[in-house]
C-alpha cells in the first residue's frame, strides 16, 4: 500500500486518499510523511467496506480503487458498482483469469460500469501473477492463512 499509494498521489495528482492493507509491512516501511488527506486502514478491504465504507452516513465514492493482489471479477465488478464516484472513475486489478484460479490474472483497468478499458494478459515476458486474495476461501500458497497470519472475518 505505501508505494502504490505515493505513486497515486505523487504522480497522478490525487490528494484525498484511503489506503487499505491487511498488513502494515509495506505501509510502515515505506511510507515516511504521509499528508492529511491520506488514510491507511490496516486492515482487509471487506472490513474496509463492512467496518468503515459502509458505516459512514455519506458513503464517499472513490475516482480510483486500485487493487494490488488478484480478485475474482465478482469482487471486482461491486467496487466497480459501488465505490467508484462517477463515469470518470476506474478501478485497476490483477483479476484471475478463471474464478478462484490464483495462478493467472490478467491486469485490467475498468471504469463503474465494468467496461474494459485497457487489459494487458503479459507484463514483458512474465505471465501477470499476483498474490491471492487472502479473504477468499480459496485462497492457497504461503501468502494465505494460516501461514502469513490472516484471519478472516467472522
Known amino acids: 500500500a505505501g508505494v502504490s499509494t505515493q505513486v497515486i498521489y505523487d504522480q497522478l495528482g490525487y490528494q484525498t486518499i484511503d489506503a487499505v492493507d491487511w498488513s502494515g509491512d509495506a505501509w510502515y516501511s515505506n511510507v515516511v510523511q504521509c499528508p492529511d488527506s ?35 471479477a465478482d469482487k471486482a465488478k461491486y467496487f466497480c458498482q459501488n465505490l467508484l464516484k462517477d463515469e470518470s472513475a476506474l478501478l485497476l486489478a490483477p483479476i484471475n483469469v478463471q474464478k478462484d484460479y490464483w495462478l493467472r ?31 477468499q476461501d480459496t485462497c492457497q500458497g504461503i501468502w494465505c492463512a494460516p501461514y502469513n497470519g490472516f484471519k478472516k472475518m467472522k
Not at 478491504?45 to 465514492?61: G, I, Y
Not at 475498468?110 to 494478459?121: Q, V
Request: glycine share 2%; charged share 25%; net charge negative.
Open 38 to 72: 491520506v488514510n491507511f486502514y490496516e486492515m482487509d478491504d471487506e472490513r474496509f467496506v463492512k467496518s468503515v465504507w459502509q458505516k459512514q452516513l455519506q458513503q464517499p465514492k472513490y475516482d480510483m480503487v486500485v487493487f494490488n493482489f488478484a480478485i475474482n
Open 105 to 135: 490474472q490478467t491486469y485490467y483497468l475498468l471504469d463503474r460500469d465494468c467496461k474494459i478499458l485497457w487489459s494487458a494478459n503479459d507484463v514483458g515476458a512474465w505471465s501477470v501473477l499476483f498474490q491471492p486474495d487472502v479473504t
